[in-house]
């Protein structure tokens, strides 16, 4: 069973296109998040959810909407795509069972705009 | 400003050991993580360390100091699989999200 999911795993756009990305996640965690690396591999927070509440909203264009339907489920709405856009996105879940903190990464969505 | 800082690349052979190094400068500290992340993988979870000492799992140790906002991975009988990126990442504050180093890529040859 896949703990954190997303679809697409690819996706090649256009600027100015509007596209999505969805994730899941099956653990039953309550704080969900979404990543950008770069083409240098820096992974930086975009977003956090708590129970379907954002609780951390980084310095991020608002051309980037996310969404929690449910504590399961945190997509990613992009408007009006620019050539910067272009990484990799990954979700992740949490939990902090026993004291540890430990994340829980999806396979990531490879966005390149052209 | 926050700030992480590891070693951008190690070279090592197969059977080594490593030890890849972490300074962090945070507003707030709540624990270190290790992640790693095979090239086109995702960043999986090594460990993670709240408390000053040394956590130890399988080939894979992590230790903290907290008074010194130092901590490291050390990996140990290396094999060719090691071959990825680690990152280091900090928790400023319970329930916030991980504010990751930029990463070293490790490099282990025969």
Redesign the interface.
């Known amino acids: 069973d896949t703990a954190v999911s997303q679809t697409p795993k690819y996706l090649v756009t256009q600027m100015g296109n509007d596209k999505s990305i969805k994730c899941e996640q099956n653990l039953g965690h309550d704080?969900m998040?979404w990543?950008k690396q770069d083409s240098?591999?820096?992974?930086?927070?975009m977003f956090?959810y708590?129970n379907k509440e954002l609780?951390?909203n980084e310095t991020v264009p608002n051309r980037f909407s996310p969404k929690s339907p449910d504590k399961a489920h945190l997509n990613l709405h992009i408007n009006s795509l620019e050539l910067g856009d272009s990484a990799v996105y990954?979700c992740a879940s949490r939990t902090?069972s026993g004291?540890?903190?430990?994340?829980?990464?999806?396979?990531?969505t490879r966005l390149l705009v052209l | 400003g926050q700030s992480l800082e590891q070693p951008s690349e190690v070279t090592a052979v197969e059977g080594a050991i490593v030890q890849i190094n972490c300074t962090y400068q945070t507003s707030g500290f709540y624990g270190l993580s290790w992640y790693q992340q095979h090239d086109g993988g995702a960043p999986t979870f090594l460990s993670y360390n709240a408390l000053d000492g040394l956590e130890e799992t399988g080939r894979f140790s992590s230790f903290l100091s907290r008074s010194d906002s130092y901590g490291y991975l050390l990996l140990q009988e290396l094999q060719m699989k090691d071959s990825a990126s680690y990152f280091c990442a900090v928790t400023g504050q319970a329930g916030t999200a991980l504010i990751f180093g930029k990463g070293t890529t490790l490099s282990v040859s025969s």
């Open positions: 704080t998040y990543y240098k591999k820096f992974l930086k927070i956090s708590n609780i951390i990954f902090t004291g540890q903190e430990t994340q829980y990464f999806g396979p990531g």
